[in-house]
């Protein structure tokens, strides 16, 4: 069955830096999600990857998928506190997602 | 326009109790996914109806756990007798009919705890 491995579990990053969450599947993917989720509420849909080597970005987030479909990257530039929460990514097939990214933004 | 409503949002049983969770979908959307979460383990899929249908039941346990979605009316998850390890967020999802990659759309999600 597939998987999705998500790396780190956690990072506390100060405000401005940049940062970079990964997420690697066990299987070639059809296509990828990457979903927020805020404490105590359900996931935000963010951004959709589907073709080998694209990169969509929306305001400071920038989502990648490798050239081979089984590795995707999500890159915050200059992160701020609204930032903060859970990052994670989910399969096309929408049952499979990853264990998800902590991320706290320190100001 | 309402997005995907869950209801309630914060549910305590009884070990032995019923655990009945309501979900309606985003207007237009057929098709509803139900998932559990528990900390630092992700979001694991449970059922996946259509309108009377389901579709996918893989996730769900063999015993106490059921799943509806009747023509009218909200998707239903039902939990008999409950147990502790019961005890997490649900999650329902919704996306439109149709072919293609649509992204889901979460509710805030049921935290059930079991005493």
């Known amino acids: 069955s597939q998987e999705l491995e998500q790396s780190p579990q956690s990072l506390i990053v100060q405000e401005g830096k940049n940062l970079t969450i990964n997420c690697t599947s066990s299987k070639t993917l059809y296509g990828l999600y990457w979903y927020k989720q805020k404490y105590g509420e359900g996931l935000i849909f963010l951004m959709m990857?589907?073709?080998?080597?694209e990169e969509k970005s929306h305001e400071k987030i920038t989502a990648k998928l490798d050239e081979k479909k089984q590795q995707s990257s999500l890159h915050i530039t200059a992160s701020q506190p609204s930032h903060a929460g859970i990052y994670l990514c989910g399969a096309d097939n929408k049952l499979v997602f990853g264990a998800g990214t902590i991320l706290r933004v320190k100001s | 326009n309402a997005g995907v409503m869950q209801n309630p949002r914060h549910l305590v049983r009884r070990r032995g109790q019923e655990a009945r969770l309501r979900c309606s979908p985003m207007?237009?959307?057929?098709?509803v996914y139900w998932y559990r979460q528990l900390p630092e383990e992700g979001l694991k899929f449970m059922v996946y109806l259509q309108k009377e249908n389901i579709i996918d039941e893989s996730g769900m346990p063999k015993e106490r756990f059921s799943a509806e979605f009747p023509k009218e009316g909200p998707s239903i998850l039902r939990i008999q007798q409950v147990v502790r390890g019961d005890s997490a967020a649900y999650f329902c999802a919704s996306s439109p009919p149709g072919q293609g990659y649509s992204p889901l759309h979460f509710g805030n999600g049921t935290r059930l705890t079991v005493t």
């Open positions: 990857l589907q073709k080998g080597g």
């Open positions: 207007k237009g959307h057929s098709h």
